[in-house]
């Protein structure tokens, strides 16, 4: 499938690349854009052989955000333009919302691979993946409330489980854009690597995932560790024995006792 906005590449192992491609408008987003992010997010969740996604920018820049031009032409954020009704009702399905949101909610592992700065939804792009790794020239600007709005791209909500109440509201309220380093020390992202060796890190981090796990309990496992964050003790242990019942049944954990005891690498078949 071919993009306007975004390009996507698949590899022989499953590892599903998806560039943000505007340079032209420092990659920010818009709402063909969300469109485009949306379906191909969509395809990666139903392929059997897409493993992993790695989400990163063209050229120096993750993504600056929204436009800002259009924001200052009309004197407001930016709304997706003829909502349906069901972005009416449901406004968290809605352009970058659902964008964010999707990455959380779909099964296979996200990286984000954080080639330059990251800006306003840009930073809501890279908190719905499940995991961030940074280039030392990167940059975040979680810089909202610095142009009079809230972050209403689902990063609100998202932040605190990922940095903590107290640092996401010193980051917040204060609108800063901050270095690699700092998100570092903060814990918004897990490496800070040299340029050169950020996608070849990335892809390193999805192969030990794809050679170690069989696919049916990675997707189990982000199933059950993303509903915990809104369940109660109770309620998700019950998932998450639910969970375990459904892998315990597949071929693959066979096939993981199996390699364990034959000290040989497991063959998955994702069943």
Same mark, same amino acid.
């Given at each position: 499938m071919s993009y306007r906005y975004i390009t996507s590449e698949q590899d022989e192992h499953g590892i599903v690349t998806v560039t943000i491609d505007d340079p032209d408008a420092k990659n920010a987003v818009n709402w063909d854009m969300n469109q485009e992010m949306i379906r191909e997010f969509d395809r990666i969740d139903r392929d059997p052989k897409a493993r992993v996604l790695i989400v990163t920018g063209s050229g120096r820049i993750f993504c600056s955000g929204g436009n800002i031009k259009r924001m200052t032409a009309q004197g407001q954020s930016l709304e997706p333009p003829d909502p349906t009704l069901r972005e *009416?009702? @449901?406004?968290?399905? &809605?352009?970058?919302?659902? =964008? +964010?949101?999707?990455?959380?909610?779909? #099964? /296979?592992?996200?990286?984000?691979?954080?080639?330059?700065?990251?800006?306003?939804?840009?930073?809501g792009i890279a908190a719905g993946c499940d995991i961030r790794i940074a280039s030392s020239a990167s940059r975040f600007g979680w810089v909202f409330v610095r142009r009079g709005i809230v972050p209403d791209d689902a990063s609100l909500a998202l932040m605190p489980q990922i940095i903590g109440y107290a640092r996401a509201y010193k980051w917040g309220v204060t609108g800063r854009t901050i270095d690699a380093n700092e998100a570092l020390r903060i814990g918004f992202v897990s490496e800070v690597v040299e340029p050169d060796a950020l996608l070849p890190r990335c892809r390193e981090f999805a192969m030990e995932i794809i050679d170690n796990c069989p696919p049916l309990t990675v997707q189990a496992f /982000? @199933? !059950?560790? &993303?509903?915990?964050? @809104?369940?109660?003790?109770? *309620? !998700? =242990?019950?998932?998450?024995?639910?969970?375990?019942? +459904?892998?315990?049944? #597949?071929?693959?954990?066979? *096939? !993981?006792?199996? !390699?364990?005891?034959?000290?040989r690498r497991p063959q998955w078949k994702g069943v």
């Open positions: *009416e009702l @449901y406004p968290q399905e &809605a352009d970058i919302r659902r =964008v +964010v949101t999707g990455l959380r909610r779909m #099964s /296979k592992p996200a990286i984000a691979a954080v080639n330059g700065p990251a800006i306003g939804s840009g930073i /982000k @199933y !059950a560790l &993303a509903e915990s964050l @809104y369940q109660g003790l109770d *309620e !998700a =242990v019950r998932f998450t024995e639910r969970a375990q019942r +459904v892998v315990r049944a #597949s071929e693959d954990h066979g *096939e !993981a006792l199996k !390699a364990y005891a034959e000290k």
